[in-house]
């Protein structure tokens, strides 16, 4: 089954329901580019083994997984050689439990979009994303929102905290109930423009760190802390370029 030179698999196992056990290490990817729902809705599939740790140009695997409801972990590693979005990548996979991700770049390729990409997976309880680099991200919208049994976020290697492009951050972590605590002091939001309900409905949430938080751009803070209702101790910076309210246009509910 050879595959070198294919270079779409869009939705090529989209709804295949009976799906249980999916074993494609000999697929050659070389050439790929879009794997958008390629997985979308096997809502059988207990486990993949995909070797995307190669000299792949893969640019787009939106929804790749979304609504794979039995799934219960995975651990995927992307050498990137194109820059790449990743949104809805598990949205709706609503019972994975542990989730790993590796992505090494190369030739200055990058991920630029993770919005919705844990989207309602409200069983997972560990995310690993401390090798991923962020340092090219625009959007983080909804990345975990729903995820109701999340307790741990090893979110970013210290080494890519440069997040220079990073533009929209709404509802990133609302209804994350169980999260108790965040590191997002390696975070750079100068460019963020909407930080709308970052926080809502953190019921759990007793500390956030945001020291390196610059918001002088940012115009919607609406509901940011929102029903955090244990919220014992915010760390952040007030100075002039740090966190400032001076363009923020909504506060509603903040």
């Given amino acids: 089954f050879k595959t070198n030179k294919v270079k779409t698999m869009i939705s090529m196992f989209q709804s295949c329901s009976q799906l249980v056990n999916l074993y494609l290490n000999s697929f050659q990817i070389s050439s790929l580019t879009y794997m958008d729902n390629m997985f ?20 787009s695997m939106i929804s790749a997984f979304e609504g794979c409801t039995a799934l219960e972990s995975l651990d995927l590693s992307v050498q990137i050689n194109a820059n790449l979005k990743m949104n809805k990548l ?6 994975l439990k542990n989730v790993r991700l590796n992505m090494y770049s190369g030739n ?18 560990t995310v690993d994303m401390s090798h991923f680099d962020p340092s090219q991200l625009e959007n983080t919208s909804y990345m975990f929102y729903g995820c109701k049994l999340l307790k741990s976020i090893k979110l970013f290697n210290s080494q890519y905290h440069q997040t220079y492009n990073l533009i929209q951050m709404d509802y990133m972590f609302a209804n994350c109930e169980n999260l108790t605590n965040i590191d997002l002091s390696k975070l750079n939001t100068t460019q963020v423009t909407n930080m709308d309900s970052l926080f809502k409905n953190c019921g759990s949430l007793t500390n956030i760190n945001i020291y390196h938080f610059r918001t002088a751009n940012v115009e919607n803070m609406r509901s940011m802390f929102e029903s955090c209702t244990n919220l014992k101790s915010i760390v952040f910076r007030y100075y002039s370029y740090y966190f400032t309210t001076s363009n923020v246009k909504y506060m509603d509910n903040m």
């Fill in 40 to 59: 979308k809705e096997c809502s059988s599939l207990i486990s993949i083994t995909l070797n995307t740790n190669t000299n792949s140009k893969i640019s």
């Fill in 90 to 95: 598990f949205s709706k996979c609503t019972t």
């Fill in 108 to 125: 200055d390729y990058y991920v630029t979009d993770v919005s919705e990409m844990f989207y309602n997976n409200y069983n997972l309880e």
